[in-house]
T-cell receptor, first 113, second 115 residues
Framework: KAGVTQTPRYLIKTRGQQVTLSCSPISGHRSVSWYQQTPGQGLQFLFEYFSETQRNKGNFPGRFSGRQFSNSRSEMNVSTLELGDSALYLC????????????FGSGTRLTVV | DQQVKQNSPSLSVQEGRISILNCDYTNSMFDYFLWYKKYPAEGPTFLISISSIKDKNEDGRFTVFLNKSAKHLSLHIVPSQPGDSAVYFCAARGNSGGSNYKLTFGKGTLLTVNP
């Protein structure tokens, strides 16, 4: 059974650009969540999608957005990148999204220069 | 406001001894707690969880204890092995509305098990 796949693994972008990250959940999982990990703040919740609907959103500016497709794959987008957006972005999938059954991908390491 | 706190950034123990990782929380609406383990360049891996209606859950070498009145939980690893060296995250889930669908994480504790 394939795990959660995140692409790309590494990304370098310039301030002001935008970026799109992709997450393919485990087959059959309908919930996809996104988290940002930074050394100072740990893992912080960005948003959660279930059946193409956003059910919860963390305290991040509107530059951070996401969506989920009918096949449960999800993308997150960050516009007008800032240096502080440099982080590891983690995607997690689960059957129903109630926390206990989350499986995380290996993440996308975004560096903004 | 940090609702889940892991006050020890690092912990070092000898192989074969007990490792105790601690976690405190402030939100009484949390009803489910989880521990994740993370190696560098990998995503967090689920270890063990506990519902707020229990005070202990055991799985092999890993035991999680919950003290609701103190809003404190701990993860015990016995015996500790060098392969346990990783960052351990405590996480909590709410019990209503949108908080059902998110985990609030602590900042992690780096465990080093010395041979």
């Amino acid at each position: 059974k394939a795990g959660v796949t995140q692409t790309p693994r590494y990304l370098i972008k310039t301030r002001g650009q935008q970026v799109t990250l992709s997450c393919s959940p485990i087959s059959g999982h309908r919930s996809v969540s996104w988290y940002q990990q930074t050394p100072g703040q740990g893992l912080q919740f960005l948003f959660e999608y279930f059946s193409e609907t956003q059910r919860n959103k963390g305290n991040f500016p509107g530059r951070f957005s996401g969506r989920q497709f009918s096949n449960s794959r999800s993308e997150m987008n960050v516009s007008t990148l800032e240096l502080g957006d440099s982080a590891l972005y983690l995607c997690a999938s689960s059957l129903e999204g109630r926390g206990g059954g989350y499986t995380f991908g290996s993440g996308t390491r975004l560096t903004v220069v | 406001d940090q609702q889940v706190k892991q006050n020890s950034p690092s912990l070092s123990v000898q192989e074969g001894r007990i490792s105790i990782l601690n976690c405190d929380y402030t939100n009484s609406m949390f009803d489910y707690f989880l521990w994740y383990k993370k190696y560098p360049a990998e995503g967090p891996t689920f270890l063990i969880s506990i519902s707020s209606i229990k005070d202990k859950n055991e799985d092999g070498r890993f035991t999680v204890f919950l003290n609701k009145s103190a809003k404190h939980l701990s993860l015990h690893i016995v015996p500790s092995q060098p392969g346990d060296s990783a960052v351990y995250f405590c996480a909590a889930r709410g019990n209503s509305g949108g908080s059902n669908y998110k985990l609030t994480f602590g900042k992690g504790t780096l465990l080093t098990v010395n041979p």
